[in-house]
């Protein structure tokens, strides 16, 4: 499709992010998870996924699949600089997005996990992808994090003993507001890589193979107050 010099003013620069190397996780159910980078053209399957969560209020459900709605329109339509999207999907079905930007090559900008398949541990793994990806593959040294739920904070702020550096950012928010900043540094990232980002790499091609085509969940019915 061809750009016009307009569109090309209204898109951020940038940086060329590194791709990300899919992987294969094993989860307690014993299925498998294959966690890869989504593509703009799969942005129609992943909006859909998360729709139909804005509407429930359990576990701030509806505020993280609003504003994820939102990060993936802007990702898709080149109005997010630096973008990347991961995605957790078990015999091609989404169990999980989750999603995140590069300030520049040394901080990341965390944005938002949303797990479908509840009870396995899914949002967990795929928020260890996305770290793995800023630290590992884009080169960060740090990423900024914030919490909207009670789990979250659980998960990230106290599982990977965060630092908090609101002391050092009086008055300045993450990008997304909320509690004050916290950051994963390398050197946390290293201290806990072994124990929460798990998964095999290369994924054998016929395994990788059901992960070709993304397909929506057929049913909610994991997460509390699901309601079609």
Not at 109 to 122: D, E, P
Not at 139 to 165: F, Q, T
Not at 167 to 185: D, I
Not at 206 to 215: M, N, Q, V, W
């Amino acid at each position: 499709m061809a750009i016009d010099a307009l569109e090309l003013k209204l898109r951020p620069p940038e940086l060329g992010l590194n791709p990300y190397p899919a992987k294969m996780i094993t989860l307690a159910s014993g299925e498998v998870m294959v966690v890869r980078e989504a593509k703009r053209e799969e942005v129609g399957v992943l909006l859909g996924t998360v729709f139909p969560l804005i509407g429930v209020p359990a576990d701030y459900y509806d505020i993280v699949a609003a504003r994820m709605y939102e990060e993936l329109l802007g990702w898709y339509r080149y109005r997010t600089a630096n973008e990347f999207v991961l995605v957790g999907a078990i015999n091609g079905v989404i169990a999980g997005i989750v999603n995140s930007r590069s300030v520049d090559h040394k901080l990341g900008m965390s944005l938002h996990t949303l797990t479908i398949k509840r009870g396995l541990r899914v949002g967990a793994q795929l928020f260890a992808a996305k770290m793995e990806n800023h630290i590992e593959y884009q080169g960060a040294d740090e990423v900024h994090i914030v919490a909207e739920s009670p789990n979250g904070w659980k998960r990230w702020m106290i599982e990977y003993e965060l630092e908090d550096r609101s002391h050092l950012y009086p008055g300045v928010r993450h990008e997304l507001g909320g509690v004050p900043t916290f950051t994963l540094t390398r050197k946390l990232w290293d201290a806990v890589k072994a124990s929460k980002c798990t998964g095999t790499r290369p994924v054998p091609p016929e395994i990788l193979a059901t992960s070709k085509k993304l397909s929506m969940p057929t049913e909610y019915t994991q997460i509390p107050g699901f309601k079609r």
